[in-house]
DNA sequence: ATGACGATTTACT
DNA sequence: GTAAATCGTCATA
């Protein structure tokens, strides 16, 4: 387990739950078509549980053209277009047909701060370092992910995989309920989203 | 064909 | 704290 090297197939099965945490310390590195090289550190995960969670997009064994990547193999990307401009990057992580994902919240940039701050930027709007990749949205937009990474492979992509961390240690790992899944009842307040105590880059 | 709804972000009171 | 932005997707008909 040589911290850099890239999450195996294996690594990618483990779980929602478990890998949820396993993910948080991992580099995410994304490579352009011009060979630009942006990367973060994931700091805030939540896990999605496939048929039983309500929450999840496959809550009841839904399986539409939208969510189809979800059934796909562990280390597979399900990235979704959602309130008409946003776009969220998952991470799947069962066998085929078991549609369970956790999905990054939040980054540390580490490389191509620049390119992010061209990339998150507006007219008449600054984006300071802590506003590049403290959102599942926002961190999109920083590292170019969209609808055409959907399915991606991350085992195999040279546009966008994952690299292993030294494990964060338990004590170290803050949990609680997922963001904006007041629809799910019972499933909402459930301790699924992780993160990084004291990070200044998780979301809110 | 239609309508309701987001695994969010941002600006504004 | 509240609300607007903005449109693909899906269930219903």
């Known amino acids: 387990m040589i911290p850099g090297e890239r ?7 483990r779980g929602p739950t478990d890998l949820a945490r396993r993910l948080l ?39 539409t053209p939208r969510n189809e990547s979800m059934y796909r193999d562990g280390g597979t990307a399900y990235v979704y277009f959602t309130y008409g401009m ?11 047909d078991e549609p369970v994902a956790v999905l990054i919240r ?6 191509g701060l620049q390119q992010m701050v061209e990339r998150r930027s507006r007219p008449g709007r600054e984006v300071g370092e802590f506003d590049l990749c403290s959102g599942p949205a926002k961190l999109t937009s920083a590292l170019a992910i969209d609808r055409g990474l959907d399915r991606e ?15 964060v240690v338990p004590r170290m790992i803050g949990a609680g309920p997922r963001i904006g899944v007041d629809y799910a009842g019972a499933w909402a307040s459930r301790p699924l989203r992780f993160w990084i105590k004291e990070n200044p880059h998780v979301s809110r």
């Open 7 to 13: 999450l195996s197939r294996r690594e990618f099965r």
């Open 25 to 63: 310390g991992c580099t995410l590195v994304r490579v352009l078509d011009d060979s630009a090289r942006l990367s973060g550190t994931i700091v805030e995960t939540e896990a999605y549980l496939g048929v039983i969670d309500r929450a999840a997009h496959t809550f009841g064994g839904r399986r």
């Open 86 to 96: 946003h776009h969220c990057f998952n991470v799947v992580c069962g066998a085929v």
């Open 106 to 111: 939040s980054l540390a940039p580490r490389e």
């Open 153 to 167: 492979d991350m085992v195999e992509s040279q546009r966008l995989w994952i690299e292993r961390a030294d494990r």
